[in-house]
């Protein structure tokens, strides 16, 4: 079982990434339940008490709690609490009061968003999938099977109709609801015509836009503060609703060698964000092979792709393309985890 000590640092680690992202609430709100968080409620007695590990390379103990909390002020069924979030700005005092409350008055409904894992499906992310994807399309001149691990909601399976600023280049429709402008370093690779033949994504728990629940969870793991955020994804989640995607319940690994059959003349490109690392590492070893073995077959009438965007201890998260029949992996830059700068190293043709 965590310790009380191991929980208080999940949540004082919490705060300092809430703080390298740009979100003073959750940086108070992460410290406020550090400080202030006992047993004595369900929803306390259960974050003290939690199994295993909590941090964010875990069971991200904090944010569930944060997301849920968060939800429950979307949901409109907690007035006193809305009245501590942003764009107000409470004491400490009144805003652990009111979470307070909440614990003792919501505990069947925070407890609920407990039992699972965050999921965030950051829009902003696309800002490095759809580059490549150009750069892809130019090497291959092939429609694109679109595949995506641990996809959420599927909301990037949608990214060819984000509109997206790289420098001087635009990808995309100039009159998409979604605009993505990342903070760009580096070469572009150039927009030319983008074909997405299919779109399919999978994930333990895939969220369907439609649906009003959903698209709550959607919006309850952004971050209060973050109104542009919460815009975007509403737009994204709009767009959603026009451009279908096929979006399976199951284990990602898995699942994975059925969705690798080559079509002669299409693209498969599998990718994941910020996904991988949560994967077990036998199941990340699993996937490598699959991946290698699918590549192995692959041919220039069927090649396949892979896209990784994941952390690997440096700054921000490490963007790298495999393309085979080749095999070769290229390093294409660094991305920020949410997509708000982009630092382009790699070739732009391939």
């Known amino acids: 079982?965590?310790?009380?000590?191991?929980?208080?640092?999940?949540?004082?680690?919490?705060?300092?990434?809430?703080?390298?992202?740009?979100?003073?609430?959750?940086?108070?709100?992460?410290?406020?339940?550090?400080?202030?968080?006992?047993?004595?409620?369900?929803?306390?007695?259960?974050?003290?008490?939690?199994?295993?590990?909590?941090?964010?390379?875990?069971?991200?103990?904090?944010?569930?709690?944060?997301?849920?909390?968060?939800?429950?002020?979307?949901?409109?069924?907690?007035?006193?609490?809305?009245?501590?979030?942003?764009?107000?700005?409470?004491?400490?005092?009144?805003?652990?009061?009111?979470?307070?409350?909440?614990?003792?008055?919501?505990?069947?409904?925070?407890?609920?968003?407990?039992?699972?894992?965050?999921?965030?499906?950051?829009?902003?992310?696309?800002a490095a999938l759809v580059p490549v994807l150009h750069l892809?399309?130019?090497?291959?001149?092939?429609?694109?099977?679109?595949?995506?691990?641990?996809?959420?909601?599927?909301?990037?399976?949608?990214?060819?109709?984000?509109?997206?600023?790289?420098?001087?280049?635009?990808y995309g429709p100039a009159d998409s609801?979604?605009?993505?402008?990342?903070?760009?370093?580096?070469?572009?690779?150039?927009?030319?015509?983008?074909s997405i033949a299919s779109r399919t994504g999978v994930d333990l728990n895939p969220l369907d836009p439609a649906l009003p629940e959903d698209a709550l969870r959607l919006r309850a793991y952004l971050w209060p503060d973050q109104p542009d955020r919460m815009a975007r994804t509403q737009a994204a989640i709009a767009l959603a609703q026009r451009w279908p995607a096929r979006l399976k319940r199951a284990d990602a690994i898995a699942a994975l060698p059925g969705l690798l059959e080559p079509t002669p003349g299409r693209t498969r490109v599998v990718f994941h964000t910020v996904a991988w690392q949560y994967f077990p590492p036998e199941a990340q070893a699993r996937g490598a092979q699959t991946l290698a073995q699918a590549g192995a077959a692959a041919t220039s009438d069927s090649p396949l792709a892979r896209i990784?965007?994941?952390?690997?201890?440096?700054?921000?998260a490490a963007l790298v393309l495999t393309?085979?029949?080749?095999?070769?992996?290229?390093?294409l830059g660094r991305v920020d985890f949410h997509g708000q700068w982009l630092e382009w190293t790699g070739p732009t043709a391939l």
């Open 308 to 316: 990784s965007m994941e952390w690997d201890s440096g700054r921000g």
């Open 136 to 170: 892809l399309a130019a090497a291959t001149e092939h429609p694109i099977d679109l595949i995506e691990l641990g996809c959420s909601g599927g909301l990037n399976l949608r990214c060819d109709q984000f509109r997206v600023q790289a420098g001087q280049t635009s």
């Open 177 to 194: 609801p979604v605009q993505l402008t990342p903070e760009w370093s580096g070469p572009c690779p150039p927009a030319v015509a983008l």
């Open 1 to 126: 079982m965590t310790s009380f000590a191991e929980i208080r640092a999940a949540f004082a680690q919490q705060a300092q990434a809430c703080d390298a992202l740009g979100s003073p609430f959750m940086v108070r709100l992460m410290q406020v339940l550090q400080a202030r968080l006992a047993p004595g409620t369900v929803v306390a007695d259960r974050v003290l008490n939690w199994p295993g590990p909590v941090g964010p390379e875990a069971a991200s103990v904090p944010l569930r709690l944060a997301g849920a909390l968060h939800a429950l002020v979307l949901s409109g069924n907690a007035p006193d609490l809305a009245a501590q979030y942003p764009p107000n700005a409470p004491t400490d005092d009144a805003l652990w009061g009111a979470v307070q409350t909440a614990l003792e008055t919501h505990s069947a409904f925070l407890n609920r968003w407990l039992d699972t894992a965050p999921q965030t499906n950051e829009v902003r992310r696309a």
């Open 323 to 331: 393309l085979w029949p080749s095999g070769k992996t290229t390093p």
